[in-house]
């Protein structure tokens, strides 16, 4: 934990020289001189900016939510906190402003410093002054300020160190560290991203370029021949592997794992990463015909079992799924009858369906996240169907826990027979008077 102290030492002195350095700018500003303080990595986001207003003041401001993009908008707690440390709310008038701002002596440069650092760390999370960039008029002056280039990085990266993140060189080289440390043999994909073989298999990581996150997948079958059988073996591993999420996409089914990159905590990511392996581990031909489809190995081919320990969808729910292919609905006692008008059947179908729509859904959104439409289009058609069942059932559920009455009764009996074809027994227009 002596490592940890010194990091978080090392940060703390970072922002000191920042204050400092920053100090020194604003006492020295004229007027019309005009200083912003931003975020690195971000454009229109926050800031606080510095204006020399004549007569020796110094205006100060920080952009209100009229300015700010929609996740960094201000919350009550954020702008009590601003008035706390001295701005005041934006106000309309010659001497206000849209922003929140406050006006002082440049001789007072000090005490705008604080108000500016305290900003930045306490409202907008930002961790080291690398994050930042000073601009004077059109000049980046952040190097002349002596803010270091780089994070500090704590010595052996101490397992639980909670290391932001600044870009995705800098994650990634945190994930390609401890890796190293814990022996894992890794190699590198063409984008540099780290790769592990498990198992005659591959775990992938990527490291996002525009979020920090990391996120460890790998392929598990391809060539799916069913939707609905892959769909109900997902759901099963879903239960079975926690923090796995297993998607569906095209004819193929993926495993995945996302990790925070900010901070990020090498112990932490290594424990997902042999989690992960553990899975991979446990994968073979049976699991491969369980989900429908061959499995994504590295060159062996597997002979998949003839019999399966998986539970087909049940053939009335089926049934009851495509009776409704535009979406229209089911009478309720139509629905009831395929469940044998048993509410406990209906109701475990309803639960089969609520998670197959969760498991379609989340199937749409990672396909759109590699930007496959047409996947995405088809997944959540999917997950509208199943939709439409649950609603079905839940109307047989609501007609099925009814009271008992003579009027449910004649309901839900076997329909009376035609009218076109009458009681043989009784007496028509054709016969004979008795």
């Known amino acids: 934990m002596a490592d940890v102290a010194s990091f978080d030492h090392e940060v703390a002195h970072a922002w000191t020289l920042f204050r400092r350095q920053l100090a020194d700018r604003v006492a020295s500003m004229v007027d019309d ?57 934006p106000a309309s008038g010659p001497q206000g402003s849209p922003a929140f701002f406050a006006d002082f002596d440049a001789t007072a440069a000090d005490r705008m410093a604080i108000m500016a650092v305290r900003a930045l760390r306490e409202i907008w999370n930002v961790s080291h002054p690398a994050f930042i960039r000073v601009v004077v008029g059109s000049d980046d002056v952040t190097s002349a300020l002596g803010v270091s280039a780089a994070v500090p990085e704590p010595a052996g990266l101490p397992p639980l160190a909670a290391i932001p993140a600044w870009d995705q060189k800098h994650l990634r080289s945190l994930v390609d560290q401890t890796l190293a440390i814990h022996n894992v043999p890794a190699d590198r994909d063409e984008d540099g991203d780290a790769f592990v073989y498990v198992n005659n298999m591959v775990l992938f990581t990527y490291v996002h370029p525009d979020t920090p996150e990391v996120e460890l997948w790998a392929p598990i079958v391809h060539k799916v021949g069913s939707k609905a059988r892959a769909a109900v073996a997902i759901l099963d591993l879903n239960r079975r592997w926690q923090y796995i999420r297993f998607t569906f996409t095209k004819d193929r089914v993926h495993a995945t794992i996302d990790i925070s990159g900010y901070p990020f905590v090498p112990q932490f990511f290594y424990e997902m990463v042999d989690h992960f392996c553990r899975f991979l581990r446990s994968v073979d031909a049976e699991l491969a015909h369980e989900l429908g489809g061959e499995l994504c190995s590295m060159g062996e081919d597997f002979v998949s079992p003839e019999v399966s320990s998986m539970d087909p969808l049940p053939a009335p729910l089926l049934a009851i799924l495509e009776l409704d292919p535009e979406g229209f609905g089911l009478d309720p006692a139509i629905v009831a009858m395929a469940c044998g008008h048993d509410k406990d059947t209906a109701s475990a179908y309803l639960q089969i369906c609520t998670e197959q729509v969760g498991t379609w859904r989340e199937s749409a959104l990672v396909a759109r996240r590699h930007a496959d439409l047409d996947e995405a289009r088809s997944c959540d058609h999917e997950a509208n169907a199943w939709s439409r069942t649950s609603e079905s059932l839940a109307a047989a559920m609501r007609l099925l826990t009814q009271p008992i009455t003579h009027e449910r009764i004649g309901r839900i009996r076997t329909p ?18 008795k």
């Not at 100060?60 to 709310?89: K, M």
């Not at 009376?416 to 008077?433: G, I, K, M, V, Y």
Request: glycine letters at 12%; one cysteine or more.
């Open 416 to 433: 009376r027979q035609l009218e076109l074809f009458p009681n043989p027994a009784e007496q028509t227009l054709f016969d004979e008077p």
């Open 33 to 89: 001189d005009l200083l912003v303080v931003e975020t690195a990595f971000e454009q229109g986001g926050p800031c606080v900016q510095f204006l020399g207003w004549g007569g020796g003041l110094v205006r100060c401001e920080v952009p209100s939510n009229a300015f700010l993009p929609d996740n960094r908008q201000l919350n009550g707690g954020d702008e009590a906190l601003l008035v706390q440390l001295g701005w005041q709310p």
